[in-house]
């Protein structure tokens, strides 16, 4: 249920869904004051045209102003083009050619954070964090030179400077700490803002224009979204500054101690068959194999983490989903007794997740023997290589100890890889599930902006009619027809019931006056400066406190206790006002009825112009729907009802009935019956439409 400004505004807070057509002005007869007053109105300082074109005009301009601008703080650029892989490329070769471009996506909306309108802080934080990153290494070479020097005065049993070293030491790991608690703060901080910023970017584009409606009318890889907006999302943003950050580290570490290793090492000369053999820099040379080998033997090993890890994650999320849609619908299950098939249906998707984590422990099996025997070699093997001088008196205890200690380093440096593939295949999995996001609202955001696609168009009525439907079509997005050449005019006060038998199109027409829908041709117009109000067969119940969900989609203290309560107490529940401020589960607790009164409460509350009720009393009994219609007539005399229901009780309640027949090729509207006479005559357009000599009362066939 959505309340709605119109200018014409079909849906709450949403801007008109395309531009508005161009359409002839048609006239329609009225009284001598509605001439007057009609007249009165078309001679303001611009006439309707000039502000249509200038309306047309701003609306062209904001456009080409929005398609010039990035995507930042939720509000998006336009899409980027669209991509299609080459058509000579196989199924396999296509398929990879599509997660390329996934990571690409990803980064073109990602990196509008370090963007001229993206967050302020995020360059000073990111040059504060590789200044500290700098330093961090500088005083890691300090320690470097601390150890060879520490472990020469205890060869030579100097202990004064052993007793200085000891000194210098603690400065030494106070200047480390401070350093890692401040990149840890500026990382985490950069992690944390950057998700702020593209996490509020994505639900801003899911939540505009209804999509995260649509999205579940057109097909994709978009499922489960509300994952992919938190917990892939988390990861997409988190890894990638703790990768290059990491990345940067061991760049400058293996660029400061392969210098050391060089320095120190020199060349090493081995006799080999009564010849000698000089191998210069042979401490770099062996780090720089023993990384190399480390290092292709986890890619090889780990080749399968990003598909691996990327069925994980969707076979997690299908099975949070599972679990939400039982805690949803716990009355409806527990009623009909389906624990056992719900218990069945859980264990499956459980045991998928089990499956997938079983096959992704066979990968962390196999990298972490690498790890491991990297991490029980990389100490002993400098040492080692050093003895044969330290032998010979070529190299200090202290020169070994510093050789060991740069060796591990740069071999830690090397080994950056080794030790974080699988995050970097987690990473990859997740930026492409919220890259796939992306592309689905990517998709729907060029509809909006293209007339190409086939797109409802939205404007206002030229003819004081409340509403008008002129020669609507509803397809599916796939360009199905549903509904076809749909012509309809409503006058002020009307209250119009839609029938048709079921699977005609009755809530998918619904949907496409409410702009939930955007597919199909001609026009949905609404009187200017009118409200839309709509009432669901199942209505929304959010969560907090019973004033809270009356009120909604308003604020809670829009209106007074003591006005909720009366609005409570006209549509029979007056025996929840002393409950008005407690907060419970009132989705679980209200039954079907009861929540369908509520929905009536807002509707008084709210006191809209434009009434949509789809199937909005389905829950009621006979004397409770009449009760409720009657006192919304009684009520709010002077709006406007338009009725979707099967129950031919509500026809009493109702001026007109029109009727869909289910065809080949889409539903049309076959009659329209008036089922209270009306003193004034039918307008131009209808007259044209259904013949104007027709009487009152009677039916009105369409060919």
Sequence with gaps: MSEVDSKPKPAAGAKPRGAPKSRQKRSRPGTPDEEKSRGEKARPEKTRAEKSRQEESSQEKSREEKASAPEVNGEAAPPPEAVEPDPKLTPEEAEQARKKYLLRRFWISARGYWSRRGDRLAWPFTIGLLILICINVGVQYGINVWNRSIFDALEQRDARTVYLLTAVFLPLVFANGSLVVAQVYLRMTIQRRWRSWLTT??????????????????????????????????????????????????????????????????????????????????????????????????????????????????????????????????????????????????????????????????????????????????????????????????????????????????????????????????????????????????????????????????????????????????????????????????????????????????????????????????????????????????????????????????????????EINAALDKVGLAYLAARIEEDAPWDQTLSGGEKQRLAFARLLLHSPDIIVLDEATSALDEKSQDKMMQTIIHELPKVTIISVAHRAELEAFHSRKITLERRKGGAKLVSDIELVPRKVKRNVFQRALWGSGARGGARREVE
């Design 201 to 562: 970017a994505v639900i801003s584009r899911w939540l505009a224009s209804g999509r995260y409606y649509q999205l579940n009318l057109v097909s994709g890889d978009h499922q489960n979204p509300e994952a992919r907006m938190t917990e892939d999302l988390r990861i997409a943003t988190d890894s990638p500054v703790d990768f290059i950050s990491g990345v940067l580290v061991a760049f400058l570490a293996a660029s400061t101690f392969i210098v050391v290793l060089w320095t120190i090492g020199g060349a090493l000369t081995l006799p080999i068959a009564g010849e000698t053999i000089t191998i210069p820099g042979f401490l770099v040379i062996a780090a720089v194999i023993y990384a190399a080998i480390t290092s292709t033997s986890m890619v090889v090993i780990g080749r399968n983490f990003v598909q691996l890890s990327q069925r994980k994650n969707q076979a997690e999320a299908e099975l949070r989903y599972t679990l939400t849609r039982v805690r949803e619908n716990g009355e409806s299950i527990a009623l009909l007794g389906g624990e056992d098939e719900e218990r069945s249906g859980i264990d499956r998707n459980f045991g998928h997740v089990l499956r997938q984590w079983a096959l992704l422990t066979g990968q962390h099996m196999r990298t972490a023997l690498v790890s491991q025997g990297s991490s029980l070699f990389a100490p002993v093997v400098p040492i080692l290589l050093c003895a044969p001088k330290f032998l010979e008196g070529n190299m200090s205890l202290g020169e070994v100890m510093q050789a060991a200690s740069a060796f591990g380093i740069v071999q830690g440096a090397f080994g950056w890889l080794v030790d974080n593939y699988p995050r970097l295949a987690d990473w990859n999995a997740c930026a492409r599930r919220v890259a796939s996001l992306m592309m689905s609202l990517d998709g729907l955001e060029r509809a909006e902006l293209s007339d190409a696609l086939g797109r409802i168009q939205r404007g206002e009525t030229e003819d004081g009619a409340m509403l008008s439907l002129d020669n609507l079509s509803v397809t599916l997005d796939d360009g199905t027809s549903v509904v076809k050449e749909t012509e309809v005019a409503i006058e002020p006060g009307e209250r119009v019931l839609v029938a048709g038998e079921s699977g005609s199109g009755k809530s998918t027409l619904v949907r496409a006056v409410a702009g939930l829908w955007p597919w199909g041709g001609g026009s949905v117009n609404f009187h200017a400066d009118r409200r839309l109000f709509m009432l669901p067969q199942r209505p929304y119940i959010p969560s907090g406190t019973l004033r809270r969900a009356v009120a909604y989609p308003a604020a809670a203290d829009n209106w007074t206790v003591e």
